[in-house]
């Protein structure tokens, strides 16, 4: 991520050319008002500035790994931290600050590609889960859509892993989340992964 005023800049179209496909992703997921929801890789905020409009008797957190992200995310949310409706943390996803059964929803928007270890960042979002919590991944393209040749360059000139549908899948499955449903927008080359943590019935 650029540092300085082009990183803000980044930040700042992130958010803008994010919010239509957040709000197509998020119909895919159940958000209450009381929920506790984590959204990883928050990048500018303004996802989790939706959120918070969506649990308006809940609390969204935030982390990000790059700090210029967390700075953004917190100027965009400082009202809603200053009442304790928001906390945004630099953090990982190989290594989430919080306990285990935690959150009702994990949002990853535009961010699972980038992580180092996607298996294990899947773990730790189904460790800080509660038991019948949803996890939603969300991305603006995937291996196999309308966008498949841009995914192909990217895989070729960076270290993104871009997953098809098949592999969305499989992604959650072996995290161990189940009724794992893969929705597409073929339009618009969207894809969102949802999936749902066992609860202590559906165990074993």
């Given at each position: 991520m650029p540092s300085g005023w082009v990183g803000r800049f980044v930040l700042w179209t992130m958010n803008r050319r994010?919010?239509?496909?957040t709000d197509w992703g998020l119909e895919h997921v159940r958000v209450g008002s009381r929920d506790v929801v984590l959204d990883v890789g928050c990048g500018g905020g303004r996802t989790i500035e939706k959120l918070a409009g969506l649990t308006s008797e809940g609390k969204v957190y935030g982390i990000d790994h790059a700090e210029e992200s967390v700075a953004a995310?917190?100027?965009?949310?400082?009202?809603?931290?200053?009442?304790?409706?928001?906390?945004?943390?630099?953090?990982?996803?190989?290594?989430?600050p919080f306990d285990a059964n935690t959150f009702d929803l994990v949002t990853a928007i535009e961010t699972h590609f980038?992580?180092?270890?996607?298996?294990?960042?899947?773990?730790?979002?189904?460790?800080?889960?509660?038991?019948?919590?949803?996890?939603?991944?969300?991305?603006?393209?995937?291996?196999?859509?309308?966008?498949?040749?841009y995914?192909?360059?990217?895989?070729?000139?960076?270290?993104?892993?871009?997953?098809?549908?098949?592999?969305?899948?499989?992604?959650?499955?072996?995290?161990?989340?189940?009724?794992?449903?893969?929705?597409?927008?073929?339009?618009?080359?969207?894809i969102c992964a949802v999936g749902t943590k066992p609860t202590s019935s559906q165990e074993g």
């Open positions: 994010h919010s239509a496909l995310a917190r100027r965009l949310n400082e009202r809603l931290i200053q009442i304790g409706r928001v906390d945004v943390r630099p953090a990982s996803v190989s290594n989430l980038w992580w180092p270890d996607m298996d294990r960042g899947m773990r730790e979002i189904e460790r800080v889960l509660k038991p019948g919590g949803q996890v939603a991944v969300i991305a603006e393209f995937y291996n196999g859509g309308k966008h498949a040749r995914a192909t360059r990217l895989m070729k000139a960076t270290k993104i892993a871009a997953l098809d549908v098949d592999q969305h899948r499989e992604l959650l499955s072996r995290a161990g989340f189940l009724d794992v449903k893969v929705s597409v927008h073929e339009p618009r080359g969207w």
